[in-house]
């Protein structure tokens, strides 16, 4: 039994590396936010995914220890996808405050990251999701924040913290350095 | 109910930025350090400002602890003013340790962070305080160590982490910024 | 009685620097991963230290545990000489996890670093060692990740965190900085 989190901003090829694991014996990969949204729509908090976002603080953390008391009952080698943090206009919102920590026994922390300008043109040539556009200036700062953060969560755990670089065109090698963690 | 905590290095200009919130309706400004005084000036433990770091550590911690009561009881909307950590000979003495934050239910912290060229004018445009000389190189730790600190806290609260760069000329526009996280 | 924390990764110089404590009145200078080996040898779990990195996640956290309680009962002034972190193939182990620090009573972390190249020069002179090598580019991202943790032990012990550059060249001057720590 594990619990491996997998963390990266939007642009920073999470989901592409994150495909690498789809089908691997053993492995159940678990998107945070679909977990909340399911917890949220059975409560009938919200109708639509966009409407997570939009819930007062106090139910958002109602629904945040709900998913946590789920996974920490999941069994076999759970792979969780998150982000490290979310940029909102009140400022970085962690993934993983200590609240929910609290309720997992994690084994391995993952940050994928990538070279700002890969994330810039990634994102602007995502045209299917509407991305909040971030400044190159804000995103090297939300990175710094992530890295911080990534540290804070692997001393909360007692965990090792491993930072992946997803290079433009280096998928394949990245989804490697993921699999091998694994091992 | 909500307290946000507001936090800054001398000379990023934080209390230039924090005069935007007086008299601003519902909203109660706390200095941490004249609640630390005040308290220790109670029990006699200081007779001046100055005192308060000489103070031997355990009584430190003893008034930090007291404070951390008296804000625990504030109702309203507090905003508490205080540092991220504050350069010390022995080191960066983080301002919200887990013992403080752990009395404290922050919804939102705010760093006030400017370009290093500009908290090293204002500084040394400042006669009336006797502030410590920093290098460029050192400002630079502290902003670094400032930033993780910041990470910390809002993993800790599960609260939003929001960083204003407060540059030369820009006060207005910071004023703004900070204003905009009580809409 | 004082427990301080001395941390730095290879080729910062750790030990040159540490060396100006031996002999000095009142300290007593405690090895971390020598701790961990003396437990983990009673207990017949290695032979060899170099067996401590291959013992089971779940073995190394008892050792830990064990290591942890024997230092809680130490009197004096200690000195642990330990990681900020270790750079492993899962990524980067913290070294003070807070299943560890929540046993101690820090009363001062000192992170010594030096600059990459002077950690990339020493490292490629020590023939003696077989470290791993490692990038300027992860020698950065480790630093980074280092300072990051510094400031969470800090928060975590409410303890000043002073981080002392080690350039080449400049031991006796880093050794006098680190004595000043204990006046």
Redesign the interface.
């Known amino acids: 039994m594990s619990m491996t989190i997998v963390l990266g901003v939007p642009g920073a090829g999470k989901s592409t590396v994150l495909s690498a694991l789809k089908g691997k014996q053993g492995c159940a990969l678990v998107n945070y936010g679909d977990l909340m949204f399911e917890i949220a729509s059975k409560k009938k908090y919200v109708e639509h995914r966009d409407g997570l976002r939009k819930l007062p ?1 106090a139910t958002q ?1 109602k629904v ?1 220890a709900e998913a946590g008391d789920a996974l920490a009952k999941m069994e076999g080698n759970v792979v969780l996808d998150t982000h490290c ?1 979310i940029a ?7 993934g ?5 920590l609290g309720k997992l026994q994690v ?4 940050l994928i990251t990538a070279p700002i300008k890969d994330i810039v043109a990634r994102r602007s040539a995502d045209k299917t999701r509407a991305r909040d556009a971030e400044s190159e200036e804000s995103l090297r ?1 939300h990175h ?2 992530n ?17 992946i670089v997803n290079s433009q065109g280096n998928a394949e090698e990245t989804k490697r350095a993921l699999l ?2 694994f091992d």
Chains 1, 2, 3 share one sequence.
Do not use: E
């Open positions: 603080p953390k945040q943090s909102t206009p009140k400022g970085y919102l962690p993983l405050p200590f609240s929910l084994t391995q922390l993952v700062q710094d924040v890295v911080a953060l990534l540290a804070v969560y692997a001393a909360f755990c007692g965990a090792p913290a491993k930072i091998s963690l």
